[in-house]
């Protein structure tokens, strides 16, 4: 009985964690779409990057391990990731295909996939300028720059590496992101320089924070980006109000 239970909690807090990396909140019911800023970017070197991830969710540990594809060159780029959690196999699976553009990445498609549920598809067409997405009838307009949820830290790095003199501690950058049936502003807040402990040793990261607004109980997001590695994702923690996470760290780098 106690294996039982401990098997459905298990599959509970599996679900948690398909669901934990991927929700984010609208920061307003009505948020206004920010015009398109041409920004200096560069982009980092393809690779592929491999994490270790621990979670907390329903009172339960979880490991797992995760691994993202990043590719871009020839005017296109391509963000591939996907996370394992022990004996369920892959519970997360995204990917986002698009151009390069003078606003960075142009996203065309995005792929979202959960633990046992049917992959959903937003839709950037660059013709008619519009956002849409199969599972919800709203649309939105394209005015240059926008990204989805897999595209977002890829166009902060490229922002970062190429606009260094400025991306500093205190420092404010806003994308208009795209998910699985809306679409809102996301907020980043540079912070302080910070050692962290990784795999491949001790790296120096740049600490950025995508917090909710004060009066939303929302989902936490916060990426320590590696100057020293190109700019990789060295950490990303999602943490809930309540203060369940799921915490990637990266473990190695392949490059292309």
Do not use: C
């Not at 270790?52 to 391509?78: H, M, P």
């Amino acid at each position: 009985m106690n294996s039982a239970r401990q098997l459905k909690q298990t599959i509970k807090a599996t679900l948690l964690l398909a669901t934990i990396t991927i929700t984010a909140p609208a920061e307003t019911a009505a948020a206004e779409q920010p015009a398109g800023v041409i920004q200096k970017i560069s982009l980092p070197p393809s690779a592929d990057l491999h994490y270790r991830i621990k979670a907390r969710q329903s009172g339960l540990t979880i490991d797992g391990e995760g691994q993202v594809q990043w590719s871009a060159g020839n005017g296109k780029f391509s963000a591939t990731s996907e996370s394992r959690a022990g004996i369920f196999g892959k519970v997360l699976e995204a990917k986002s295909v698009g151009d390069l553009d003078q606003f960075g990445l142009a996203p065309t498609s995005f792929e979202d996939k959960r633990f046992r549920k049917p992959v959903t598809t937003t839709t950037f067409d660059r013709q008619t300028k519009t956002i849409s997405f199969s599972t919800a009838p709203v649309t939105y307009p394209i005015k240059g720059g926008e990204q989805d949820r897999n595209s977002v830290i890829w166009q902060l790095i490229a922002v970062a590496r190429g606009a260094e003199s400025t991306f500093k501690p205190g420092s404010e950058w806003v994308f208009f992101v795209a998910g699985q049936r809306d679409a809102e502003p996301w907020r980043f807040k540079v912070g302080q320089t910070e050692k962290i402990r990784t795999a491949l040793g001790e790296l120096n990261t740049v600490h950025i924070v995508r917090a909710p607004p004060p009066d939303a109980r929302g989902q936490r997001l916060d990426i320590w980006l590696a100057p020293g590695m190109e700019w990789y994702p060295a950490r990303l923690r999602f943490t809930d109000p309540d203060d369940e996470f799921v915490e990637q760290t990266l473990d190695s780098i392949t490059r292309k």
